[in-house]
């Protein structure tokens, strides 16, 4: 079997505990946000809220996906929304980025 006709893709995995501007990975085609802390979370405006339970399950997600060849070229805003009475922020952000030909997929 060969590899023609298909893309190849890896997947970064980053930890946030602080609101910030994420670096978006050169040849992103889309992204997912979970917030596993107390605190609700927004991704470019959106909020993404924390579990009842977060020590036991997870909050909300936003994906971002992209079709066949698609790169994302927007940014990726996270910010943890004040006052709150949470005591333990914590999104993760899962991006997806192509893989050209010559490049390796470690």
Known sequence: MTNAGYQRYNNTIQSF????????????????????????????????????TPATVVGDSLSVGGNAG???KGQIILKFVQPTAGVAPRVVIVQKYLIKDQEDSK
């Open 70 to 72: 698609e790169i994302y």
């Open 17 to 52: 505990t602080t609101s910030q501007d994420v670096i978006v990975e050169k040849l992103c085609n889309g992204f997912t946000a979970i917030n596993y802390g107390d605190v609700i979370a927004e991704i470019n405006g959106i909020r993404i809220f924390p579990s009842a």
